[in-house]
């Protein structure tokens, strides 16, 4: 189990201290997975939806899904979501079911 403290991380009753340097590393390292995970809900989705014989609201509930899981991951970028990612998922939904 890992426990960190200002600084030290506790492994298995071993201590290690570690600078601030290493911390946000960590951080960034974990902030990347969580981004690579996003992108692949989302490229997910949208294979979902145009190879699926879906419905346009079971697609539309697919997208509130994602965006749900997107703000839980990062809460408080509603508006990143909107500019990066609903546009794609417009494109395809506009492109599914021939609406514009």
């Known amino acids: 189990m890992f426990v960190v403290i200002y600084g030290i991380i506790k492994f298995n009753n071993h201590k290690k201290?570690?600078?601030?340097?290493?911390?946000?590393?960590?951080?960034?390292?974990?902030?990347?997975?969580?981004?690579?995970?996003?992108?692949?809900i989302v490229d997910f989705a949208i294979n979902y939806i145009t190879t699926q014989d879906i419905t346009h609201d079971e697609a539309i509930m697919i997208v509130e899904g994602v965006?749900?899981?997107?703000?839980?991951?990062?809460?408080?970028?509603?508006?990143?979501?909107?500019?990066?990612?609903?546009?794609?998922?417009?494109?395809?939904?506009?492109?599914?079911?021939?609406?514009?």
Do not use: T, V, W
């Open 67 to 100: 965006k749900k899981h997107a703000l839980k991951m990062f809460p408080g970028k509603d508006e990143a979501f909107e500019i990066i990612y609903a546009p794609r998922f417009k494109r395809i939904l506009n492109d599914k079911f021939k609406r514009s």
């Open 17 to 40: 201290k570690i600078s601030r340097c290493d911390a946000m590393q960590d951080e960034l390292l974990e902030e990347e997975k969580k981004l690579r995970r996003l992108r692949f």
